[in-house]
């Protein structure tokens, strides 16, 4: 019983420091919402999934310049879990009160305009086109037949870092790093150091950090369903890549792999850091890892490899878009803070601080020069703007949007030794198509 | 005269069994009956949460049997995950409370150590498990090494992907421990030391005096874990990256419903599939009701 | 498990003896079995000292180079996590109170008091648990923003004085369990079922309102999905929200990270272990009711 009355009093205290905070439909609850003003200002709710304490400060710094140079619109900037941010907008719309601007992934972007979950932006672009400030790839990802659904904010690539210590090591030059897929293998057989069955370091395996379908992507420049909804999964090209990536995994063997790959995927302990991995595909981002927990790393750059000399150094990236959810009560006016998010200056703002790559030409060739890069930085960032007009997106194709849970498993039986690759593009086309067909 | 009294007061009783349930009346009316009548509606419809919402008839249940490879594929994981992993964590509980029912020194602290895992949740926890799980490194296979057991590739291997998950889940047996702790405490001491005197040992103490007892319990388990299990999500969809794992192996039946109402935007597909294993589950469960009066003993005689 | 116990012995043929044999095996295998059981917790303990460095070395290591205790104070300066706490702990006192006292109110209904329907209607709270959540999450979205209670802790508090179906149907099991002769002499001095509810289900139930208790505060104490979604304000957020700011799309700090859920596991774990003392409490209870 004295239990029951000390969690009373805790109780009460707790209810009494909560001010019954929660409970109350106060002025800190309508002023949030809609188009309720607070000095004659327009409050528009902004949703990121930017909550940590580097990335934090830069966009709410933004957000404060943004509403510092003007007096019409204030932004208030809510931090909402990464993943999760996207359900929370979709129920929201459901129910008819959605945030004012929201960013979300630009894969996705022409499907969401499909399904109206975010405002056809058309109108506003009639008045100020500003599709040319971005990368083409990352425009027309938001494109839903022909108009567009969100602006683009940041992006990525994936490119090749290698360890020159070990380059050197293992008597390569490290000012040459590999370019074709011929000689990744070479460097890597080279690279690779064994004690009895055990390997030391790995030369290079092409599926850490990066998917089956990069590497696809690289040999055949074509997406798994094209932009005519047309199914291109079983291509000589692709085959090709399937076979290369299949004697990766017989040279090193599932153990060592499963090994290592679980170790990066838990996103503890990275082989590359500690010089037990020579190559390692990854973002250009990456470079910030680096920095932060492995700095006296020697890595060098490179894009990422070609399939044959000429073939070209596709790659693969993605990003996110700035988007006002279908049915935003506010839609002039977050229109206007989307233009500036996606601007120049705030751009390079976010590419600097960030060091991350921005969706804005202009921002993204003058932060490769910035002052507040050292050279490693400058290198890497350097690179990733080179990258860029090479990479391209996967968006998700409005006919079979969940197409990859079908052809994933059949990638892995290759893996497994229980299909040959033939067998398996075979069947994963004749899935895919199946499931186009079924939409249609 | 006596008869009318009896019927008056069988009324007067049956009245205040309703006042009794009026709470979840009311709540099951207002906050849970809509959303799923809705569900079962928009089961026969294209819904897709934001532009349309057409009747089709029963298409979205006949793609589902005809025509939908991955269904089945998730509904066979599901089924494995369940018929595996009910029966080990229900006994692993029973065993465990029946080890901290004993009234010995620090046991206080083993309860809160073993009820620990249940009380560390979400997705930091899983994450921990694919370090533990790690094949090479790995807490799991390193312990497993001395004792010369050489262990699987566990996540990345299609047959222990399953397994390694009703591993992760005995070891957080904490809760079901719990409900059998507080079951076993109320088993009079005077059973047991009569059964002492009659030269009962430990073990057959436990079995005819302790399961008999706990079948309240035992029945609530199962019934629950049961429903529980085939609704797995949240674990497989963070310990294989939303993507189902190596050759889908971790396809449950919810990921799959995930991916089709929240990544492809087809809810409508998503609460037909719902209500399939609505009916499944409550099949089974009704199952379990009619069973349950042939092992499960009600120390109060009631039914 | 239990069964290597009772050895042969002469010594050990007395009760008392045997009785002694088997403590020290059962505390014997409880202590290697804890082992196994805590060793998770090694794990995020190392993690939460280490700096991220170390935690991004390869191989991995057991013992951290240094113990950073540092760690947990920044941790809790990332976010307003004081804020969070109060705002966690006035939702979770509320569920925990709704979820005892009505649950077992409606569960007393469904053991006890027979009325026509009673086995339909119980079979429909026990439907309740089988529709997976996503189907219903948007109408209920939609619901509780129809009601106006968006932003607020109504959607969060409210649904647990209720009933729930998986207390309901725990507290019926128990319930069922309690003699009906007691309950009919209890009847025949004119009592009312609410009387004996109050009087005799209550306390002979004490275990297992104990369970509930502590089930409930768990599951609103770590509740993620639900104030994610039904509140927008910052101010406003839980504790497991702010432990997201530690998990980013491309990495995640894990130190903070395993220090905050080690922080939030505290209260749950002192509960618990203070709250133990009520199962033993109804064991007098209950074997002196019979």
Redesign the interface.
């Known amino acids: 019983m004295r239990h029951l009355r000390w969690l009373s009093i805790l109780f009460i205290t707790v209810l009494v420091l909560s001010g019954c905070n929660g409970f109350t439909k106060g002025d800190s609850a309508a002023k949030d919402k809609g188009t309720a003003e607070s000095d004659g200002k327009v409050v528009l709710d902004f949703w990121t999934f930017w909550g940590s304490e580097i990335r934090r400060p830069i966009v709410e710094k933004i957000v404060e310049d943004f509403n510092n140079s003007q007096d019409k619109i204030e932004v208030k900037h809510t931090f909402v879990p990464w993943g999760d941010i996207w359900t929370k907008e979709l129920a929201s719309i459901a129910a008819g009160s959605p945030p004012d601007v929201v960013i979300n992934d630009i894969n996705a972007t022409a499907l969401r305009g499909e399904k109206k979950q975010a405002e056809n932006l058309s109108k506003y672009l009639e008045k100020d086109d500003i599709s040319e400030n971005f990368y083409e790839e990352l425009w027309n990802a938001t494109l839903y037949e022909g108009d567009s659904y969100g602006i683009p904010f940041n992006t990525d690539t994936r490119v090749l870092f290698y360890n020159k210590d070990a380059f050197r090591e293992a008597g390569l030059d490290p000012e040459q790093p590999p370019k074709t897929w011929d000689e990744l293998w070479e460097f890597a057989e080279k690279l690779d150091a064994k004690n009895g069955e055990k390997y030391e370091r790995i030369g290079f395996y092409p599926l850490f950090g990066a998917g089956t379908d990069v590497w696809m992507l690289n040999a055949d420049k074509v997406n798994f369903i094209d932009e005519k909804d047309e199914v291109k999964v079983n291509t000589p090209e692709k085959l090709d890549a399937l076979k290369w990536l299949k004697s990766w995994h017989d040279k090193y063997g599932a153990n060592t792999i499963n090994s290592w790959q679980s170790q990066m995927e838990s996103q503890q302990g990275n082989p590359f850091f500690s010089g037990d991995l020579g190559m390692l595909v990854q973002q250009p981002t990456f470079y910030t890892q680096i920095r932060d927990y492995a700095p006296d790393l020697n890595f060098g750059v490179a894009l990422l490899p070609e399939k044959e000399p000429g073939n070209g150094n596709t790659s693969w990236g993605g990003g996110f878009v700035a988007e006002i959810p279908y049915g935003a009560k506010n839609p002039d006016e977050s229109w206007e803070f989307i233009k500036y998010l996606t601007d120049q200056e705030a751009q390079e703002y976010w590419a600097v601080k960030n060091f991350d790559n921005v969706a804005n030409k202009k921002a993204a060739e003058s932060a490769a020069d910035s002052e507040e890069f050292n050279d490693a930085a400058k290198t890497v960032y350097g690179l990733a703007v080179e990258a860029m007009p090479q990479t391209m997106l996967t968006p998700t194709p409005i006919v079979a949007p969940d197409f990859p849970t079908l052809i994933n498993p059949e990638f892995d039986n290759v893996y497994l030794g229980k299909k040959t690759p033939e067998q398996a593009l075979e069947d994963a086309e004749a899935k895919v198509q199946k499931l186009v067909d079924q939409n249609k | 005269m006596t008869g009318r009294k009896r019927f008056n007061y069988?009324t007067k009783?049956?009245?205040?069994?309703?006042?009794?349930?009026l709470?979840?009346?009311?709540?099951?009316i207002?906050?849970?009956a809509?959303?799923?009548l809705?569900?079962f509606a928009a089961s026969f419809t294209n819904y897709?949460?934001?532009?349309q919402m057409d009747f089709i008839g029963l298409k979205n249940y006949e793609?589902l049997f005809a025509?939908d490879?991955?269904f089945w594929t998730s509904l066979y994981n599901t089924l494995y995950y369940v018929a595996f992993s009910v029966p080990i964590t229900t006994v692993g509980a029973i065993?465990?409370s029946?080890?901290?029912n004993?009234d010995?020194?620090?046991m206080?602290f083993?309860?809160?150590?073993?009820?620990?895992?249940?009380?560390?949740?979400?997705?930091?926890?899983y994450?921990?498990?694919?370090?533990?799980?790690?094949?090479?490194?790995?807490?799991v296979n390193t312990?497993l090494a001395w004792f010369g057991i050489a262990g699987p590739?566990w996540?990345?291997?299609?047959a222990w992907a399953k397994p390694a998950l009703i591993f992760m889940k005995l070891?957080s047996v904490g809760?079901g421990m719990?409900?059998y702790?507080?079951?076993m405490?109320?088993i009079?001491?005077?059973l047991y030391e009569a059964a002492?005197?009659d030269g009962a040992?430990?073990?057959q103490q436990?079995i005819r005096i302790t399961i008999p007892m706990i079948t309240?319990?035992i029945?609530?388990d199962i019934?629950?874990s049961l429903?529980g299990g085939?609704?797995i999500?949240q674990e497989a969809y963070v310990m294989s990256?939303g993507?189902?794992g190596?050759?889908?192996s971790l396809?449950f039946y919810?990921l799959?419903?995930?991916?089709?109402?929240?990544?492809?935007?087809d809810?409508g597909y998503?609460?037909a599939m719902?209500?399939i294993?609505?009916i499944i589950?409550?099949v089974l469960?009704?199952i379990n009701?009619k069973l349950a009066p042939r092992w499960v003993h009600?120390?109060?005689?009631?039914k | 498990m239990v069964k290597s116990a009772a050895p042969k012995h002469s010594h050990f043929d007395t009760i008392q003896g045997r009785r002694r044999a088997l403590n020290i095996i059962n505390w014997v295998l409880l202590a290697a079995g804890s082992l196994l059981v805590l060793s998770p917790l090694w794990w995020m303990i190392i993690t939460s000292v280490k700096t991220m460095q170390e935690v991004m070395t390869y191989p991995p290591t057991l013992w951290p180079d240094s113990w950073n205790w540092s760690n947990y104070i920044r941790t809790w300066e990332a976010a307003p996590f004081d804020l969070y706490t109060i705002n966690t702990l006035t939702i979770t006192i509320l569920v925990v109170i709704g979820n005892v006292f009505v649950n077992s109110f409606i569960a007393y209904g469904f053991a006890k008091v027979p009325f026509k329907g009673r086995n339909a209607l119980f079979a429909v709270v026990l439907s309740t648990m089988m529709i997976p959540g996503f189907v219903t999450l948007i109408p209920q979205y939609v619901l509780f923003a129809k009601l106006q209670w968006l932003n607020t802790y109504f959607p969060l508090v409210v649904p647990a004085f209720f009933g729930s179906a998986f207390n309901i149907f725990l507290l019926r099991q128990f319930y069922m369990t309690i003699p009906d002769e007691l309950i009919e002499a209890a009847k025949m001095e004119g009592a009312s079922h609410f009387w004996i509810w109050w009087k005799i289900g209550l306390p002979l139930t004490k275990p297992a309102l104990a369970t509930v208790a502590i089930f409930s505060f768990n599951g609103a104490w770590n509740d993620f999905l639900g104030p994610l979604l039904y509140v927008n304000d910052e101010n406003l957020y839980t504790l497991q929200l702010g432990l997201q700011v530690f998990k980013g799309q491309m990495s995640t700090q894990w130190n903070y990270l395993m220090a905050g859920s080690l922080l939030v596991l505290l209260p749950v774990i002192l509960l618990f272990f203070f709250f133990q003392k009520y199962f033993i409490q109804g064991i007098n209870l209950q074997s002196g009711g019979k």
Not at chain 2, 13 to 21: C, P, R, S, T
Not at chain 2, 48 to 51: A, D, E, G, R, V
Not at chain 2, 155 to 158: I, V
């Open positions: 069988k009783e049956g009245l205040q069994g309703y006042i009794f349930i709470p979840w009346i009311i709540g099951f207002v906050f849970t809509g959303p799923l809705f569900s897709n949460i934001t532009s793609k025509d490879q991955l065993l465990l029946a080890l901290l004993r010995i020194p620090g206080r083993f309860r809160t150590i073993y009820y620990l895992p249940a009380v560390l949740s979400g997705v930091g926890v994450l921990l498990w694919m370090q533990l799980l790690e094949p090479g490194t790995g807490l312990v590739n996540l990345f291997d299609p070891w809760g719990l409900l702790l507080a079951s405490q109320g009079s001491k005077s002492e005197i040992n430990a073990w436990f309240p319990v029945f609530f019934v629950t429903i085939f609704q999500f990256n993507e189902g190596p050759v889908n396809l919810n799959y419903m995930w991916k089709k109402a929240f990544e492809a935007f809810m998503a609460m719902s209500w294993l609505f589950v409550f469960t009704i009701l009600y120390e109060g005689g009631g």
